[in-house]
């Protein structure tokens, strides 16, 4: 992680929308049926108050963390959500611990009223969401630094401070909530290794579900970041899942490998991307691969087009 919580905290000024703690406002879901707006939580006390009385009478609760401005693929973490559990929280956190200085912190997009909004209509139960001072507050001195997939050389690579940043505040998120199960993207590919492999190593309870990514008609994956796209990029943008649905089927007919990478990275160099990377790896692991008999491959790529940086990945 490359910046102290302390200096996060300064840097997250934005105003925050006031929403009652405990609403109980019942509307009209789209569906037409009355639903009841979640619970909005902002401490941790108040938290643990509200999840207590779901304990006790025996019901499991699901958690889908996210950092807000929720569109059809959050919305889809949470119907998985409410399959594996009776009580489904999700929590909206932009957290700055795994913002380099120079990323997006402040223009990531926060949109808490049409978030809530949206989770009303999915039937979340409720809405964890503090501050950077609960989070983080003063004198916070603990990190977790992940290794193994968190130091495959993709993501940290371009992003080292990152997956510090994102084990401290999961696992963080793990022990407030203390779900039974933990629904994530499989988008963010990388990431959901690093979580499924701490949650194992410091048995911390939770089974952590990993959910295909959902995608518009022309396969970009959904990304809050998409909102950063030009119109122009916007057209461009699917020629990374083009890239990746070709490359996996060139390798499953037996092409070489490092030549299906390296003809793919220069296709999507070609359509106006700067590539990061574009790797085949073991799909657990995410160790290079040579060849298909070295494991399950899953295909990952990072690029950017203008100023928005697109990631993707997918099966072989």
Not at 115 to 133: Q, R, Y
Not at 155 to 180: C, I, N, S, W, Y
Not at 226 to 248: E, F, G, I, Q, W
Request: net charge positive.
């Amino acid at each position: 992680m490359s910046k102290r919580p302390a200096a996060a905290q300064r840097r997250s000024t934005r105003p925050t929308t006031k929403i009652p703690s405990k609403s109980l406002t019942r509307s009209k879901g789209q569906s037409g049926r009355a639903v009841k707006t979640p619970k909005v939580l902002r401490t941790v006390a108040a938290l643990r108050a509200a999840l207590a009385p779901y304990r006790a009478a025996g019901q499991s609760i699901a958690l889908v963390p996210t950092m807000g401005a929720l569109h059809r693929g959050h919305i889809a973490l949470v119907a998985e959500a409410k399959r594996q559990a009776k009580r489904v929280v999700v929590s909206i956190f932009v957290n700055p611990t795994q913002f380099a200085p120079t990323e997006d912190f402040g223009s990531y997009p926060r949109q808490f009223a049409a978030d809530l909004k949206a989770l009303t209509e999915a039937g979340v139960d409720a809405v964890w969401a503090p501050t950077a001072p609960v989070m983080y507050p003063e004198g916070f001195a603990t990190r977790v630094a992940p290794e193994g997939a968190a130091l495959a050389g993709l993501e940290d690579r371009f992003r080292p401070h990152f997956f510090g940043g994102v084990a401290t505040v999961v696992t963080k998120l793990f022990t407030q909530v203390r779900p039974d199960v933990a629904v994530f993207g499989q988008k963010d590919y990388q990431q959901l290794r690093v979580v499924t492999q701490m949650a194992k190593d410091l048995d911390l309870g939770v089974k952590v579900i990993g959910l295909a990514t959902v995608r518009e008609k022309d396969g970009l994956a959904l990304s809050s970041r998409n909102a950063y796209l030009s119109a122009a990029d916007r057209a461009v943008a699917p020629t990374l899942y083009r890239v990746l649905k070709a490359s996996a089927a060139r390798i499953k007919q037996g092409e070489p490998i490092a030549m299906v990478m390296e003809e793919g990275a220069a296709e999507i160099g070609h359509a106006g991307f700067a590539v990061d990377y574009l790797e085949a790896r073991h799909a657990v692991t995410l160790a290079p691969v040579e060849s298909r008999g070295d494991g399950p491959i899953r295909l990952l790529v990072a690029a950017k087009i203008g100023k928005t940086r697109l990631i993707d990945n997918l099966a072989v």
